[in-house]
């Protein structure tokens, strides 16, 4: 696709439900990354993938928190047992390489809004 | 550890006046700066960003920034404010460590710019 897609753009959902949110990053993009932002704060890192591999999940707030990109190219991130302080806006962003991520050039997504109940 | 602060959750200026928005960082060696900008409804995208090349960057739509060690500044400037610029303005750092080592980029906690007619 032109740019980076994310589904559902919106997620409601109960204290306790399983989540799941996808991002598709621009085509041959290699390193792929996940934020979240909360309301009011600037993104905040949880992982980013150089192909397959997690090269770093140390953003992850909690073993609740899992993301897999089992090709090296759409991603999912998993949440399990959702709380209520997961609701936030789950930013997703892409790059050609990981050393261009580390320059700025990083592509975002819109972003899944979740709301839990 | 490496971080931004940014001064000032919201900023108001009039249309045709100077826009400066504040950033400050914190790190033990320059590090790569950018400012990202987000409009309503849609994903971040990169306004400008320093990578030990030239102190002042020039970036879309007439914004600039100049980086100033001395200050461990990162301040972000336009001369003439338009009705347009209304979005939310992060300021973000990347850590270098190696050229082969790939990082994050953190966030700041952005500021809301407004313009008044």
């Known amino acids: 696709g032109a740019g980076v897609s994310q589904t559902p753009s919106n997620k409601v959902t109960e204290k306790g439900k399983y989540v799941e949110l996808r991002c598709d990053p621009i085509s041959g993009h290699t390193a792929l990354y996940w934020y979240r932002q909360s309301l009011g704060q600037g993104p905040e890192f949880l992982i980013y993938f150089q192909g397959t591999g997690a090269a770093d999940d140390s953003g992850l707030p909690n073993d609740r928190f899992f993301a897999v990109r089992p090709e090296g190219s759409v991603s999912t991130l998993k949440i399990q047992r959702t709380e209520r302080g997961d609701s936030a806006v789950y930013l997703c962003?892409?790059?050609?390489?990981?050393?261009?991520?580390?320059?700025?050039?990083?592509?975002f997504g819109e972003g899944s809004r979740l709301t839990v109940l | 550890a490496q971080s931004v602060t940014q001064l000032g959750s919201h900023v108001s200026v009039s249309e045709g006046a100077l826009v400066l928005l504040r950033c400050n960082y914190s790190?033990?060696?320059?590090?790569?700066l950018f400012w990202y900008v987000q409009y309503p409804n849609q994903g971040l995208q990169l306004l400008l960003k320093?990578?030990?090349?030239?102190?002042l960057v020039k970036g879309i739509n007439d914004f600039e920034a100049e980086f100033k060690k001395s200050e461990t500044s990162f301040h972000l400037t336009k001369p003439s404010a338009h009705m347009s610029d209304a979005a939310e303005y992060f300021c973000?750092?990347?850590?270098?460590?190696?050229?082969?080592?790939?990082?994050?980029?953190?966030f700041g906690s952005g500021t809301r710019l407004s313009i008044r007619p």
């Open positions: 962003a892409s790059s050609l390489s990981e050393k261009l991520a580390s320059t700025g050039e990083l592509f």
């Open positions: 973000a750092v990347s850590p270098i460590f190696s050229y082969s080592s790939a990082s994050k980029i953190i």
């Open positions: 790190s033990s060696v320059p590090p790569y």
């Open positions: 320093y990578t030990s090349a030239a102190t």
